[in-house]
């Protein structure tokens, strides 16, 4: 088994920043993406950024130039640094890992998720 723990989210003002880490720990081989979505209320959950194991990056359109996405490999990590930040960025904040776990002679690819963390902008 394998859990996601995310940190950092809060309140912050319009044109500030804010830093979510998110740790993966557990029945870990390797971790192929890793990234973030978010889900506000009344909408669709949305990809903001993911990072392959290599560090190439996919971001939305809504967050390039503002958001930044890295990853710690050897400590099973990623981060999403969040810089003016805006109104439409609130929302609950997940991370996503795509993770590689040996189960006796086998590996398995699993998709997991953690519990989420909230974002709020606001003046």
């Known amino acids: 088994q394998v859990q996601l723990v995310e940190s950092g989210g809060g309140l912050v003002q319009p044109g500030g920043s804010l830093r979510l880490s998110c740790a993966a720990s557990g029945n870990i081989f390797s971790i192929y993406d890793m990234g973030w979505y978010r889900q506000a209320p009344g909408k669709q959950r949305e990809l903001v950024a993911s990072s392959d194991r290599g560090g190439s990056t996919v971001y939305a359109d809504s967050v390039k130039g503002r958001f930044t996405i890295s990853r710690d490999n050897a400590l099973n990590t990623v981060y999403l640094q969040m810089n003016s930040l805006k109104l439409e960025d609130t929302a609950v904040y997940y991370c996503?890992?795509?993770?590689?776990?040996?189960?006796?002679?086998?590996?398995?690819?699993?998709?997991?998720w953690g519990p989420g963390t909230q974002v709020t902008v606001s003046s």
């Open positions: 996503n890992a795509d993770v590689i776990s040996r189960v006796v002679s086998r590996f398995i690819q699993t998709p997991y």
